[in-house]
Structure formats: structure tokens, C-alpha cells
């Protein structure tokens, strides 16, 4: 499964220059590379959510995955936020905090080491900046970690004699992960009447996932950097789990850039454009970016799922409705995107206008 997902990205290869990330820990002020112009991107700070249920029309829901009406809370989620956080979702909190501090571990070694695990040009894994990077005229104040099946051959480039810890550690997330996409894929399966039948790779092995460690460390003039630029992602649906260090935003039509504080216990996830696609848009796939600061390192883990490479993605249309997207595989749809970004969703576009998602910049 692992290497399906890298034969996606193969065809696709970037220069090492957007691959190889800044030795933040040098700079004592923000080189010109990584100050984005002042944007007037009103982020609506004053907005926030609360843990015990959201009851305010403009805070990212919180959903308790135990409440009998969590499936139907989901469905509004998807709908309205194309993102939701999930409280009780079953992943032990112990490993949790294992898999981020052996982020923090990795992320906290000198650069030289690091770029031992570089990923290489037309690879998917391993060490590097945002893969989103070649679409922005600045860098962005962020380094990242690429997982995808077993990370050995490059936790092995790192530490030769002691990989086995991170190795045991990144695994069993993402068993765990894979887990809980799947409970919460076949609840927005059946709120869509999208058949579990057709699906079988629900459950199998036979699906693509990946793990992202993101490590945004703090920066000198965080109001002139970026975290990581706004996009969408490709996923059916991300889970993510966020350090006590403020900083993920999601773009709400008509708000604005809304934060999504850390709340303990809980994970965020989002919509990816592959479940915008097969809910023919009455999902949204939220856009999000993220913010720096300047007292706190902030780090994130973010698992992608993905249906297998070669899964027909195709708008389940509801009588009466016509589908808003032409259907194409998962691998198709993953090049469209390596070369379109924020574009991919209109190329495939049925319809003339559409909506947030077109804006993914
Ligand atoms: O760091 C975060 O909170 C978000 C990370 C993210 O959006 C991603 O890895 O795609
Ligand atoms: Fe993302």
C-alpha cells in the first residue's frame, strides 16, 4: 500500500530547493525567502471553541464520538466546516504523546542529521518542506517528515543503531489511525447512501495512508511568516493531532480564517477533496493554513487516507442532481493536483462556477 502512494508522487518530481528546509536555528531575524507580503486575511481570533459542544455558529464543532447523534453531527460538520475535532475517539492518549515526542525528537536534531532522511526529488517520503512549497513565491517557517507504510529505511539513515523505537512507534499510529478513519468513513458513507458493498476496501489493507509530522519552530517576526500557506487536502479525510501551541486555521465563507485551539483529547478532522469529490460538494474540504508565533516551537501530526491508487472516485449524485465532477481515479486525480494545486477541483469541474474549494490558493 505504501508504495502506491509513492508511485503517485514519482511522476511528479520537485527541485531540491523546494525540499531542503531552512536551519531555522540559525536565523535570529526572518530572511527575505520566508517574509510573505502583510495580507489583510482576517483571522477571526476572538472566535472560539468550546469543549463542551460547540453552540456558537462559528467555532469548529467539537463531537463526542461515543454520542448516539454523532453520525448526523458529522454529516453537519462536513457540511458546514468540511471539518470537525472528535472527542472519545478511542486512540490512547499515551500514544499520542509518544508519536509527537518522537517528533519532537527527530525535529530537534541539527540539520546535518536530518538531511540525512531528505526525501528525494520524485520521492514521497521522508525529511523536507511542504509539498505545496513550488506553488508560493516565499518559503514557508515549517519542516516536515513524510510516513508512508514503514519508516525504517529512513529512520535507519538517521539513527542506525536505534530506529527501532520510532519505527514501533509511527507503525502502531498508524494502525491506529487507519482504524478510526475507517469508523469514521463508514458513518459519512452512510449519511451520503454511498453502499459499504461497493467499498470493500473500507477495512482492507488495500487503502493508501500516509503520516505527516509537521514542525513549525518559533519564529522571529511570526506576522510576516507562514506556517504552511492555505490548501486543501487531497485525502478522503485527514486526522490530526495538534501540540498545545495554537496555530491551524480554517477558512470559513463569510468569517473568515477561524483558529482551531488545542483542546486535549481531542483530534481534528478535515474533509480532503477526494470526499468533496464523491459527496458532489455537499461536502466542503476545508481550507486551512497555519500560523507562527514567536515564543513557542508547535508541532502536528496529520494522518492522510486515502482509497487505493487505482478506486474510481465518483460523485454519489442524488436523484435528480448531476454530478459536479467527472470521475477519474485516485491516481489521476493526485497528478492533477501535484501540477494544479488549489486549480485541481476546477479542472475536473463539470459545473462553470463552484465553490471554496475553487479558492485553494
Ligand atoms: O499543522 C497543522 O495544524 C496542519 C497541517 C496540515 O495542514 C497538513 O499537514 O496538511
Ligand atoms: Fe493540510
Known amino acids: 500500500m505504501a508504495t502506491t502512494l509513492s508511485e503517485a508522487y514519482r511522476d511528479h518530481p520537485l527541485h531540491l530547493h523546494h525540499i531542503i528546509p531552512l536551519d531555522f536555528s540559525s536565523f535570529r ?14 483571522c477571526n481570533d476572538h472566535l472560539t471553541s468550546n469543549i463542551n459542544g460547540c453552540f456558537d455558529e462559528s467555532c469548529i464543532p467539537i463531537i463526542d464520538l461515543n454520542d448516539p447523534n454523532a453520525m448526523e453531527q458529522i454529516g453537519l460538520a462536513c ?7 472528535l472527542r472519545n475517539h478511542g486512540i490512547p492518549l499515551n500514544l499520542i504523546e509518544e508519536v509527537e515526542e518522537e517528533a519532537k525528537r527527530f525535529f530537534s536534531l541539527p540539520s546535518k542529521e536530518k538531511v540525512k532522511a531528505l526525501r528525494s526529488s ?13 506553488f508560493f513565491p516565499k518559503y514557508m517557517w515549517h519542516e516536515g517528515f513524510t510516513i508512508m507504510g514503514s519508516p525504517s529505511n529512513d529512520a535507519k539513515k538517521i539513527w542506525p543503531n536505534d530506529y527501532k523505537r520510532f519505527c514501533d512507534k509511527m507503525e502502531n499510529y498508524e494502525n491506529q489511525m487507519k482504524m478510526l478513519s475507517e469508523k469514521v468513513t463508514k458513518m459519512i458513507f452512510n449519511i451520503l447512501g454511498i ?3 461497493e467499498n470493500k476496501w473500507v477495512g482492507s489493507n488495500n487503502h493508501c495512508g500516509a503520516i505527516q509530522l509537521n514542525f513549525y519552530p518559533s519564529c522571529p517576526d511570526p506576522n510576516k511568516a507562514m506556517g504552511l500557506a492555505p490548501h486543501t487536502d487531497t485525502s478522503l479525510l485527514t486526522i490530526l493531532h495538534q501540540s498545545q501551541t495554537s496555530g491551524l486555521q480554517i477558512f470559513k465563507e463569510g468569517v473568515g480564517y477561524v483558529p482551531v485551539h488545542p483542546h486535549p483529547n481531542t483530534l481534528i478532522v478535515h474533509t480532503g477533496d477526494i470526499l468533496h469529490i464523491l459527496s458532489n460538494s455537499r461536502f466542503r474540504c476545508a481550507l486551512h493554513r497555519v500560523v507562527v508565533n514567536n515564543v513557542k516551537n508547535r508541532y502536528s501530526v496529520a494522518y492522510f487516507y486515502v482509497p487505493p491508487i487505482d478506486y474510481l472516485v465518483q460523485p454519489f449524485v442524488p436523484t435528480n442532481s448531476l454530478p ?26 463539470t459545473f462553470l462556477d463552484d465553490d471554496l474549494c475553487q479558492q485553494g490558493k
Open 79 to 85: 457540511e458546514k466546516w468540511g471539518a470537525f475535532q
Open 195 to 197: 453502499s459499504q458493498q
Open 324 to 349: 459536479r465532477f467527472r470521475s477519474l481515479s485516485v491516481k489521476e486525480y493526485i497528478g492533477i493536483k501535484a501540477k494544479n494545486l488549489g486549480g485541481a477541483l476546477s479542472l475536473i469541474s
Open 29 to 42: 531575524t526572518l530572511p527575505d525567502s520566508h517574509a510573505w507580503p502583510q495580507s489583510n486575511d482576517d
Open 122 to 134: 520524485g520521492g514521497a517520503t521522508g525529511y523536507g518542506r511542504a509539498r505545496i512549497s513550488p
